[in-house]
């Protein structure tokens, strides 16, 4: 379950200054709020990375469910891309290519990254 931050001044709940990037927060009701200065270098990279599907993952319904969400193809084009591997499944941004990893990773396929993911 997620905490809920309350504003300090009104007791509204705060909401996302930015919600593609966490730099703080800011009260929708009396404008309080709060910014950091850091930003996680992954929201700032502008490589194109890609994914690709390795060898050696089984056909199971959740493995081809992943796929097919990663993909946004249906369960029998997923099927087949698992059959093709290797194969380039994803590219895009890094802060896009982390949640595709992380999604992989619930079924643990085997994927790499090209050119190296440093998150």
Do not use: H
């Not at 905490?3 to 509204?12: L, P, R, S």
């Not at 643990?108 to 190296?116: A, Q, R």
Request: proline share 7%; aromatic share 10%.
């Amino acid at each position: 379950m997620s905490e809920k931050n309350i504003c300090e001044k009104c007791g509204a709940e705060m909401l996302p200054i930015d919600p593609t990037n966490p730099v703080g927060l800011k009260c929708p009701n009396c404008g309080w709020g709060w910014a950091i200065t850091f930003i996680d270098p992954i929201y700032n990279d502008q490589i194109n990375y890609s994914v690709f599907l390795l060898e050696g993952n089984e056909q199971t319904k959740e493995n081809i469910k992943v796929v097919s969400k990663v993909t946004n193809l249906n369960m029998l084009q997923a099927r087949k891309i698992i059959e093709s591997t290797p194969y380039e499944i994803f590219s895009g941004k890094a802060v896009n290519v982390k949640a595709v990893i992380e999604l992989l990773r619930t079924q643990s396929l085997s994927f790499k990254v090209e050119p190296e993911f440093p998150y």
